[in-house]
DNA sequence: TTAGGGTTAG
């Protein structure tokens, strides 16, 4: 059907509604509203597709979206960039992130506010920076050249390492960047005018959406060179940029930063509460934790809002506080704060009662619930049956996790653990064998550490890293070292069934020994050594991180993916339990 | 006339 007959056709059986369209959508009848797009064919407007494409945004509705993608396509609309930019925010929100990223590409002009979109969402995305990631930051570093070059070139060195340097886009951004800028002030200087020209300046909300990349990867170096660009800036105290900061020190393990930042704020949301907050609960500083909460009722500026209750609960059980974590989540429950508990904050409380080794306790809270428990809550419980040893509990946990996620290697390896804690090695090798059967995939472990503002990355038993031969000596090292002081290797670890020195071989691989064996190489003796890794830290490594910081004396700093660990003079401040 | 992007938690 030609668009001239279309557009008759459509004015002719219905006359356009807007604001029938405009209405539909504020009461919720996303379908009706869609039919009414449908109606109003070649006449939608930018109003109407916004109408709707916003409240597919907010509802996700991923298809209902693509819907009415697909109807700018087909009758040839072609929308302004805003409304694009609104596109790949519900691409980014469906987590179909290369949709969004087409449509940026397809766009005949990007601003600032397009890339922040793109930039926020592959950070979102989660701490592994891809192609598409660099390549954004990197386009945002050529923006705002006043700092870009530096930063550029440490962005450089981190794409080297993870082997994307090759892929086009990522390689086009790069040349583009050294073509463009050098320590040629002048030529800078023009640049950053011709930049500012065609609104491609970055702002407070492209720094804060850079800080939150860079504090996904605990890029410390660079996070404090992006501040540093900040404050020359001299831009008036936005709070979003501060909280950003605030989360940015903390997650690259400089709660002081975070709090001097906190202190000097002028006006504080309650986002920057939950920030500070959440930095000292994933550093196991609960008294903190319960220090800020108090200074925040007193001020009584800023309502605690359920996230401020998620930060506390979860402070009190890192810091080993369980039982003023109880009473606030009982004051929660009572309703004196208006927020009524949510599943996450019950598993919190399944949390701090498993760590007081009140595992019955527990269980029967999950029982009495009025949410049906999810895969975290019972893996919850099962962490804490092993810890306690109660294998009674622990089985029957075990058991509804396989269940709920067959696929999830963890649980096999807890349940074995705990049977295994009991001597019962026939069940032992049982759910060995189930797990095999399975075919469970596990996410590969990685650990960083940066160094001279480099990241130095090692994936278990890895062989890449040019400094690799040193590395497996000083881990060899290390092991005999440690042995003599009692170092037992953790073989329950291991999630091969190979013999005892296979599996011996199998730890001494796992990537945080090799981070923390070249920390102690590459960096002079007493320095603190401070390394980040994508998973949970196991057992047999956090035993290994305490005994190098005794008997090495070292700082050890651990950053896994839920929490801080800050070993001194072989004592976790997570107490052994995370 | 404007309309789009952002910060904590999960």
Redesign the pocket.
Known sequence: MSNQFARQLSLTSFPPNSQNLNSLCSNGELREALVEMAVQGLEMK??GY?TLLNEC?NRRAFREGQRVHAHMTKTCYLP???????LI?FY?NCECLNDAQRVLDEMPVR???????MI??Y??RGTEPNEFTFATVLTSCNGACAWGFDLGRQIHSLIIKTKFESHIFVGSSLLDMYAKLLGLDEEALELFRLLQREGMT?????Y??VL?AL?GLAALDLGRQVHNHVLRCELPP????Q??LI?MYS?CGNLTYSRRIFDSMPER????W??ML?GYS?HGMGKEVVKVFKLMKEENKVRP????F??VL?GCSHGGMEDRGLEYFYEMAEGENGIEPEL?HY?CVVDLLGRAGRVEEAFEFIKKMRFEPTA?IWGSLLGACRVHSNVEIGEFVGFRLLQIEPENAGNYVILSNLYASAGRWEDVRNVRELMVEKAVIKEPGRSWIELDQILHTFHASDRSHPRREEVSAKVKELSVKLKEAGYLPDLGCVLYDVDEEQKEKVLLGHSEKMALAFGLIATPEGMPVRVIKNLRICVDCHNFAKLVSKIYGREVSLRDKNRFHHIVGGTCSCGDYW
Do not use: Q
């Open positions: 930018f109003e916004y945004v302004p960039m805003h409304l694009r930019t609104r925010v980014n601003n600032v506010v397009s890339w922040t979109a926020s969402a950070s979102k970055s702002n407070y909300v492209t804060a959406s939150t504090s936005y709070v979003v940029l909280n950003s989360d997650k949301t309650v986002i920057s939950n920030a959440v994933k809002d359920s996230v401020t998620l930060a979860s996450e598993g975290a």
